[in-house]
């Protein structure tokens, strides 16, 4: 069984760049086909996908964040790692690491326990 671990800052400066990584442990990230996927969830917008990395290093990202956000891995330690950069107030949210055996939207077969991460001077 895959297993998903979020960690990263709770506490964000506006401006700079949030850096959250996802561990995955259950199986190694360049197999079993899986893809892993960042979504956020905020009370006003409810579910946003942000971006997937697949096994074979497929990338894509949400178009609407396209611009500040970078997802990579480490196929060393099995960790997919987010960024997002000039974060303001409105990326306060939770953040999840998913996993999926296909690039279908919602449909997801793991879930970390999510991290809250706030945009705050």
């Known amino acids: 069984q895959v297993r998903l671990q979020e960690s990263g800052p709770g506490l964000v400066r506006p401006s700079q760049t949030l850096s959250l990584t996802c561990t995955v442990s259950?199986?190694?990230?360049?197999?079993?086909?899986?893809?892993y996927v960042w979504i956020r969830q905020t009370p006003g917008k409810g579910l946003e996908w942000m971006g997937t990395?697949?096994?074979?290093?497929?990338?894509a990202y949400n178009p609407s964040l396209r611009n500040r956000t970078s997802i990579s891995r480490d196929t060393i330690k099995n960790q997919i790692t987010l960024q997002l950069s000039s974060v303001t107030p409105e990326d306060t949210a939770m953040y999840y690491c998913?996993?999926?055996?296909?690039?279908?939207?919602?449909?997801?077969?793991?879930w970390g326990q999510g991290t809250q991460v706030t945009v705050s001077s």
């Open positions: 259950g199986g190694s990230i360049t197999a079993n086909s899986h893809y």
């Open positions: 998913a996993c999926q055996s296909a690039v279908v939207a919602g449909a997801y077969d793991y």
């Open positions: 990395k697949g096994y074979n290093d497929y990338t």
